[in-house]
């Protein structure tokens, strides 16, 4: 009896833990979506010509029109209240190897819930013979 009231509880941590996994699985798919997105406009940007009309976000439904004088360099945040200076290229190459680390992140994670959901199942199945 005791034995299978410990297996009720690793059960549910398991669940509990396979909620938590894909809650962050969901989080780091949002981010690798706007780091895709972030990729596409700085792509574009390089296409931009002198004096192409611009708006720019000032606050949440405030937008500045602006007219474009060069996108030579961008201000880039790398964390911890730093900003660098990078040219589009550099960026481009910076948000890469952000999407690559969410990559790398996601596989790990999915590994990790593959393992934990299978650790689940095996109480089940034990659950299921004892009952």
């Not at 410990?6 to 780091?28: A, R, T």
Request: aromatic content about 8%; hydrophobic content about 45%.
């Amino acid at each position: 009896m005791f034995m299978a009231k410990k297996n009720v509880q690793k059960f549910q941590e398991l669940q509990q833990q396979l909620e938590l996994l894909q809650k962050y699985s969901e989080e780091l798919d949002e981010k690798l979506a706007e780091y895709t997105s972030t990729k596409e406009s700085l792509a574009e940007m390089q296409d931009i010509k002198k004096g192409t009309p611009l708006f720019v976000p000032v606050a949440p439904s405030f937008f500045a029109k602006v007219s474009a004088e060069s996108f030579t360099e961008l201000l880039v945040s790398v964390g911890a209240n730093v900003a660098v200076t990078k040219t589009i290229p550099q960026a481009i190459q910076f948000v890469e190897a952000q999407i690559k680390e969410i990559e790398q992140a996601k596989a790990h994670l999915g590994a990790t819930m593959q393992e934990t959901a299978e650790h689940a199942n095996a109480l089940l199945e034990e659950f299921n013979g004892t009952v």
